[in-house]
């Protein structure tokens, strides 16, 4: 009995198991993209501030 002749076909080899295109960090990307590393110390310092504030 030939059993590659039966069932399901076989899904194609080499092929990213992951979406291909922009990642979360791209500049164009619809979401905006992440914060630079600054940007996110400036903001952790203005929320620490905040906090001895009151």
Request: hydrophobic share 20%.
């Amino acid at each position: 009995m030939d059993y590659s002749k039966s069932g399901n076909a076989r899904p194609d080899k080499n092929t990213p198991k992951n979406k291909p295109g922009r990642g979360l960090g791209a500049e164009k990307s619809p979401t905006g993209g992440r914060p630079s590393k600054e940007e996110l110390v400036a903001k952790l310092k203005a929320i620490a501030e905040a906090k001895k504030q009151g």
